[in-house]
C-alpha cells in the first residue's frame, strides 16, 4: 500500500490531503518480494517503507530474487542479536507454546544439512556436517531458490503455473498447529498409494531429463529389484512406513512406469498426488473451501513438478541427475528441506512478529499482549457507494468506538479499529471477539454495496457472510450488525448472526411486501398488478417495497419477480430481506 501511495496519494487519500513523499511512512514484516526490478522499488520515493523480515524465511524468499523480483523502499533484517534476547521475553508472554518450539527445535538457529540413514535398527534424517549444502538457513534458501527458479522455467512460467499452488500449500501447512501438521505428513506417509506416487514422480523426473530414452531391458529390471531387495533385507523399515515386501514390488511398478511418456506419467502423479493431498488436509483438519481451493487438477500437476525436482534435483546442479540411492546430494538436499520444514516458516507467525514489534516500537511497548483471536483474524467491512455515506461504529457495550465521515473512518476510541481505503471505496477491519453495529446515513437515489466477510491471517482467506446491494429511495438509515464470535480465535466461525438492515425516513419492511403485512406472498403480485392498472392504489411505503428491481417505478417487471420468487426461479436479488 506504502509503494502504491506514493506515485498515487491523490487516488486513496482525496485531492484535499497535502502529503509530501518524505513524510510517509510504511512498515511492514515477513515481507515477501513482490516488486518487479523494471519498477525500481529502491527509488528514493520508497525511502520511508521498511520492511523488516529473516532471510531464513521461505515466506519472505518468495518471489525469488533470482527471477528479478525485490521489496519496496529498505529492508531490514532480523533477528539482531542484540535484541534476540528481548524478543524472547516477550514471545514467552504472548505464546508459551510458540515460545517452546522456538527455543527448542523450530528456529532457524537450529537448522542443520540432513541426510537419510537406514541401518538395521532404523531409517531416520540425521544431521550432515560435510553435505554439500549450505550449513545455514539463509544460504540454503538462496539456493533453493536459484533452483526454484530454473526448475520453474523463469518468472513469466513461475507466474502463470507455480506460485499459486505453492503459496496456497506454503500457506495452509503454515497456518497448522503441530498436531495438524503431524497429522499431515503422518497421512502422506501411511497412504498406501505414497509410494506409487514416488515411482511415478521418479520416472516422470528421469524421462523428462531423457535418462531413459529407450525402455529399460529386462536384466536393469531385475538388477533394480535386487537392489531394492537387498535395501529392503538389510533394513529396518518400520519407522518409515514402507513394508520390504513393498519396495521389493515397486521395482516393477517402477520399470513399468518408465515405459511411459513425460505426459501419461504427469497424470498418473497428479491422481495419486490428488488422493493422498484429499486424505492428508482432511486429517488435519481442512475446511472445504481449501480443499476446493488448493487440491485442484491444475495445482496437483505444477506440485508434482516441483516435487519431483525438490526430492529428486540437485539445487547445486540442476541438470545433474544421480543414481536413485539413499546417500546422494539430491535425497540430501530432500531430506534438509524435509527436516528443517518448520523451522524455515516459523518466523512468520503472528507471535514472532508481535515479538518484535513490542522490541523495535515503543508505541507497542506496553500493549497488553495479543490475544489468540487476535492474532487469529478479523472481520472486514466493504463499503463502496456512489455518494459519501456517513455514520458511526459503535461496540456491544454502547459506545462510539469511530466516526465514518464520507465513508473514511476517523476518531477512533478503540485501537483494534482500522480502515484502508481503495480505489472505489475502502474496508473497514474490526475484531472478531467484540460486538460491533455500524450505522449509515445514505443519501436519496444512492447505490452502496455492502460486503462483510471474516478475515484469517494464517492464509489470507476471506469467507463472506453478507454481499448485498442498497439502492435508496429516499434518505435512509443502513444497519449492519456485527456479533462478537462464540470461538473467536477459530475462522471462520459457524451460525453467526450477522444482519443488514435499511430503514427509509422513519419506516421499514420487506422488500416485495407490497400490501406490508410483514410477508411476501401471492397477494403482494396481485396487489402490484391492481396499482399497475388503476384498481388499487399502494401505500406509499408499498410503492417502496414493490420495486423490486429498484429501477425507482413500479412496473409489471417487479409483480413478475416476485412471482417468480414465490415458486423459486430467479428474481431480484434481496426479495424476502429486510429493506
Known sequence: MGSRLQPRRSAYLGDA??????????????????????????????????NSFSDTEI??????????????????????????????????IISEDVYAAYTTESNSKFFHPKKLLIDGNSASLIDDDSSYIAPDAAGYLKDLCAYLTQVCGGRENYAAVYEQPLSDLLAYTMSLSGSGLNAFLEAFQNDENTLNLLAAMYAYFMRLK???????????????????????????????????????????TLFTYML?????????????????????????????????????????????HFASHMILGNI?????????NFDNEQIKNAATLIGNYKNLFIDHYNEIIVSWLKVDDPHYADVEPMTESQLTGYRRLTLRSDAPVSGTVTDGKG???????????????????????????????????????????????????????EYRVSDASRFSVIDDTVSTNRDSIVTIALPALKNAASLPSAGTAYKLSVKADGVEGIL?????????????????????AELEKLSELGAL???????????????????RFLVHLPAAEGIGDPY
Open 17 to 50: 490531503v497535502t502529503l509530501r513523499p518524505e513524510d510517509l511512512y510504511a512498515y511492514t514484516f515477513g515481507t515477501p518480494s513482490p516488486a518487479d526490478t523494471n519498477n525500481h522499488p529502491r527509488d528514493a520515493r520508497y525511502a520511508g517503507i521498511f
Open 59 to 92: 515466506a519472505a524468499a518468495m518471489a525469488p530474487a533470482a527471477m528479478g523480483f525485490e521489496r519496496y523502499g529498505t529492508d531490514l533484517l532480523l533477528p539482531s542479536d542484540d535484541r534476540y534476547d528481548r524478543m524472547l521475553e516477550n514471545l514467552r
Open 316 to 324: 547445486r546442479q540442476s541438470d545433474k541427475v544421480e543414481a536413485y
Open 210 to 252: 531423457q535418462q531413459t530414452k529407450t525402455a529399460p531391458t529386462g536384466a536393469q529390471a531385475v538388477q533394480k529389484a535386487r537392489e531394492l531387495a537387498a535395501i529392503a533385507a538389510s533394513a529396518d523399515l518400520a519407522p518409515t512406513g514402507i513394508d520390504a515386501a513393498d519396495l521389493i514390488k515397486l521395482a516393477g
Open 260 to 304: 511411459k511418456s513425460p505426459a501419461q506419467l504427469m497424470t498418473i502423479a497428479s491422481d495419486y498426488l490428488g488422493g493422498i493431498l484429499q486424505k492428508a488436509m482432511t486429517a488435519s483438519g481442512a475446511t472445504q473451501e481449501e480443499l476446493k481451493r488448493i487440491n485442484t487438477p491444475a495445482n496437483q500437476k505444477a506440485l508434482v
Open 545 to 563: 417495497l414493490s420495486d423490486v428491481d429498484r429501477d425507482n417505478d413500479v412496473t409489471v417487471i417487479d409483480a413478475t419477480y416476485i412471482q
Open 399 to 453: 459506545t462510539v468506538a469511530g466516526v465514518i465521515q464520507n465513508g473514511v473512518l476517523t476518531d477512533t476510541t478503540d485501537k483494534w479499529l482500522g480502515f484502508t481505503p481503495t480505489d472505489d471505496g475502502g474496508f473497514f477491519r474490526l475484531p472478531s471477539d467484540e460486538s460491533y453495529t455500524v450505522t449509515l446515513t445514505v443519501p436519496d437515489r444512492t447505490t452502496l454495496s455492502v460486503d462483510v466477510s
Open 512 to 532: 416485495g411486501d407490497a400490501d406490508t403485512d410483514g410477508e411476501v406472498r401471492i397477494l403482494d403480485a396481485t396487489a402490484v398488478q391492481r396499482h399497475i
